[in-house]
Structures are given as C-alpha cells and as structure tokens.
C-alpha cells in the first residue's frame, strides 16, 4: 500500500515521530551505552512502537557466511540467513537496501511470519563493512515507501555513528 493507498483505506503509516524528533530520542536511548545486544534491543523496541502496520522489526548480525538473528519485537524468527539468501541475505549480497512491496512476489523470500506481506531490509555498517542488517516486516503490501526507507535508514545511520563511534 503506497501512501495514498494508505490514507484510502483509512490506515496512517506516518511515524509518530518526525525524523528530527526520532533521531534526537533515539541518540538519547543509545547514549551512555555500548553493549551492542543492549542497544540493538532498545532499538528494535523503539522503532515497533514508532512505526504502524509492522508485524516484525530487529536485527540479523553478519557471522562469517550467514546472519544470525539478534534482538527483535514480533514472533520468533528463523535463526540463521545464508548470504544472498532470501531479502536479507540479498540485502547483504548487494550492499543496497532492499524495499520489497510484495513478498510473495521476492523470489527466495523466507517467511518466518506468515502475516509478513513486504519488507524493508536496510544495511548496518562499520568502517564501511556490513556488520549486520536492520529487517522490518509489515502484514500490509506495500506499506513501505521511499519516504519510510529514508526515514528508516537516517535511524540506522544515527544507531551506527552512535555505536561505532569508539572503533
Ligand atoms: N523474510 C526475511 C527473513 C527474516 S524474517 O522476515 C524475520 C528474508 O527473506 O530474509
């Protein structure tokens, strides 16, 4: 469902927040932490009660060949992704985020939640390495827009700077 879609039917996906806002609560979440499991978590957390229509929002940590699940708000997940497997796994592959409208139509899409109808997959660095992956999933086709995929990837970028910045 595309913005307009949304509004038709009378679902509002906007976040509850504008990016400046998010960005300023997320920075004030992470602050004073490094434990990654501990900020991922908060993270995950975060953005589930940020962001409507999501079924499914966490982690997968690159681990040699595969990604392997971290912390997450949703039903339990499959544990590990090879990479150039399913929309994760090709996120990594390709290095590109990846914004799926409708999952059934990805070819090797892994449903770990049966309700999960599109995806927006976005890559987590460090010194320029994908180190990780940020997967959210939403019961509604099409749910997330360009729009999202900025929003959702400046948070990314605010988490990366934020727990990387030691390294
Ligand atoms: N759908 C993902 C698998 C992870 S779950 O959605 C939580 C994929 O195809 O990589």
């Given at each position: 469902m595309?913005d307009?879609?949304?509004m038709?039917?009378g679902?509002?996906t906007?976040?509850?927040?504008s990016?400046?806002?998010?960005?300023?609560q997320?920075?004030?979440l992470?602050?004073g932490?490094?434990?990654?499991i501990?900020?991922?978590a908060?993270?995950?957390?975060?953005l589930?009660?940020?962001?409507?229509?999501?079924?499914?929002?966490g982690?997968?940590?690159?681990k040699?060949?595969?990604?392997?699940?971290?912390?997450?708000?949703?039903?339990?997940a499959?544990?590990r992704?090879?990479?150039g497997?399913g929309?994760c796994?090709?996120c990594?592959?390709?290095?590109?985020?990846?914004r799926?409208e409708?999952?059934?139509?990805f070819?090797?899409?892994?449903?770990?939640?049966v309700?999960?109808?599109?995806?927006?997959?976005?890559?987590?660095r460090?010194?320029g390495?994908?180190?990780?992956?940020?997967?959210?999933?939403?019961?509604?086709?099409?749910r997330?827009?360009?729009?999202?995929?900025?929003?959702?990837?400046?948070?990314?970028?605010?988490?990366s700077?934020?727990q990387f910045?030691?390294d």
């Amino acid at each position: 469902m595309n913005d307009a879609a949304a509004m038709d039917a009378g679902v509002n996906t906007r976040p509850l927040l504008s990016l400046h806002e998010a960005c300023q609560q997320l920075a004030g979440l992470l602050s004073g932490e490094q434990d990654l499991i501990a900020n991922a978590a908060n993270t995950a957390a975060f953005l589930k009660t940020l962001l409507a229509d999501i079924n499914w929002v966490g982690f997968y940590f690159l681990k040699g060949e595969e990604l392997v699940l971290g912390p997450f708000q949703g039903n339990p997940a499959c544990v590990r992704i090879p990479v150039g497997r399913g929309v994760c796994g090709t996120c990594v592959a390709s290095g590109e985020t990846q914004r799926v409208e409708d999952v059934h139509a990805f070819p090797g899409h892994i449903a770990c939640d049966v309700r999960s109808r599109s995806e927006l997959v976005v890559p987590i660095r460090q010194q320029g390495k994908i180190v990780a992956v940020l997967d959210i999933d939403s019961p509604s086709v099409g749910r997330f827009t360009a729009d999202d995929q900025n929003y959702v990837e400046a948070l990314i970028d605010e988490f990366s700077k934020h727990q990387f910045a030691a390294d």
